[in-house]
């Protein structure tokens, strides 16, 4: 009922903004990628916890059915970017509105390789004749109904902030540090020190609308905090999550930014309950029941080649 009458209402709203969509991705089965990464990981760096894991760098072709579902739900998006490392996903075809970008168009040459998610992220804005308005996806976020350019912008070119019902401070107190969640209570510190407001809510874990001049704000004004975590190869507790945290915070502070709705089924895609998710995804596809996205997360390194292929499979039949 609220999705409905929220897509409603935006179907008598203007939607003149040219937006974007931008992914990162790696195919973590590439062997000079895997040579670069077990050099990596005996570079002596402090990493943060879990950010060697396998699962964190593993490919069951969520791309492929991510980029489906933006093309099948979202046609007005006006390019779709591929940030990969020397990269490319050997079952893309030629496509006009798909350009795959290399790390060392956008990252200077001293911190690469980087295996770090938030450095890539850092350096987004960087993308050449990237649209000033665009929504940042990871590859194991999908889009689940149509959904208008209204939902991620509206019209006068305010973003949607996608706020979580969840507290950085009860999940720290919860024993249940991690590089994001330490990047993200680093960031609230930098805001409150901009804003003098105090920030204790992360997003919801789908994608991120995002403004480029927000990230040319922050690094003219957070340069210094940023480019002390640039040179970790992997995700450290002293790094910045720029794209999902710190920049739609700092858009909300300069007035770019409002909260908003986004209703994402949230699960781990190896865990029992998974079966439960994705037999609510089949049954309500189509109705007013479908939530706006889903992410289906791969957590920690407990992977089986039995799981991988159970992820695709079901990730093929949900987009046929």
């Known amino acids: 009922m609220l999705i409905r009458h929220e897509l409603a209402l935006h179907e008598n ?7 974007d969509v931008v992914f990162t991705w790696v195919n973590d089965a590439d062997p000079v990628w895997q040579k670069k990464l077990n050099h990596a990981k005996n570079n ?12 964190r760098f593993a490919n069951h072709d969520e791309l492929r059915y991510s980029l489906k579902c933006i093309l099948e739900n979202m046609p007005w998006v006006n390019h779709i970017y591929i940030v990969t490392d020397q990269q490319r996903p050997d079952w893309l075809k030629a496509d006009r509105r798909i350009t795959i970008i290399d790390h060392k168009e956008i990252i200077d040459k001293q911190f690469l390789p980087t295996f770090n998610s938030h450095v890539i992220e850092a350096c987004l804005h960087k993308i050449k004749g990237l649209a ?14 149509p959904l208008q350019k209204n939902h991620f912008f509206k019209s006068n070119g305010i973003a949607s902030l996608f706020l979580a019902q969840k ?5 720290h107190d919860k024993s249940m540090t991690t590089p994001t969640l330490s990047a993200a209570q680093k960031g609230a510190k930098l805001l409150h020190t901009q804003y003098g407001e105090t920030i204790d809510m992360p997003l919801v874990h789908t994608y991120v609308p995002l403004r480029k001049s927000m990230f040319e704000l922050a690094w003219q004004q957070h340069g210094a905090s940023i480019r002390q975590f640039m040179g970790n190869q992997f995700r450290g507790n002293n790094d910045l999550n720029l794209a ?3 920049i739609p915070w700092m858009a909300y502070f300069e007035g770019l930014a409002v909260p908003a709705i986004d209703i994402c089924y949230y699960f781990n895609a190896q865990s029992t309950a998974a079966k439960q998710y994705w037999t609510q995804l089949h049954l309500n596809k189509g109705s007013t029941a479908t939530p706006h996205s889903f992410c289906a997360n791969d957590f920690r390194d407990t992977s089986s080649g039995t799981l991988n292929n159970g992820l695709s499979n079901q990730l093929k039949l949900y987009t046929s």
């Open 244 to 246: 999902t945290f710190l």
């Open 13 to 19: 709203l203007p939607e003149s903004l040219t937006i």
């Open 167 to 171: 507290s950085l401070t009860a999940m």
């Open 44 to 55: 002596g760096q402090t990493i943060g916890a879990h950010a060697q894991d396998n699962a």
């Open 132 to 145: 000033e308005h665009f929504i940042y996806f990871n590859d194991d976020v999908f889009v689940a109904r």
